[in-house]
Nanobody, 113 residues
Framework: VQLVESGGGLVQSGGSLRLSCTVSGSGFSSNVLAWYRQAPGKERELVAASVGGGIPNYILGSVKGRFTISRDNAKVYLQMDSLKPEDTAVYYC?????????WGQGTQVTVSS
């Protein structure tokens, strides 16, 4: 199983990006797909999660109203609007709880002020 993130980049404050995560291979053992991020010097944090089955998605309080998680079969997306410099981080997808074998390279998001 591989989880591959893409879609990051450099954007000005107030801009938008759409991140994608593709799950490839067989044996992914969780119904949950989530986005995490890690900013320089900070711990990795859970940003959003899609559980499916009619259960509401989880969105971190500081990004609520700006970020939206969506899912399409083996892909999960993170639409990020009204980006702020504090959103600068490497973004990763994984399950909940995260499994070490699923951590990929992540995708860098840099928001300039």
């Amino acid at each position: 199983v591989q989880l591959v993130e893409s879609g990051g980049g450099l954007v000005q404050s107030g801009g938008s990006l759409r991140l994608s995560c593709t799950v490839s291979g067989s044996g992914f053992s969780s119904n949950v797909l989530a986005w995490y991020r890690q900013a320089p010097g900070k711990e990795r944090e859970l940003v959003a999660a899609s559980v499916g089955g009619g259960i509401p998605n989880y969105i971190l309080g500081s990004v609520k109203g700006r970020f939206t998680i969506s899912r399409d079969n083996a892909k999960v997306y993170l639409q990020m609007d009204s980006l702020k410099p504090e959103d600068t981080a490497v973004y990763y997808c994984n399950s909940i709880p995260p499994l070490g074998i699923y951590w990929g390279q992540g995708t860098q998001v840099t928001v300039s002020s």
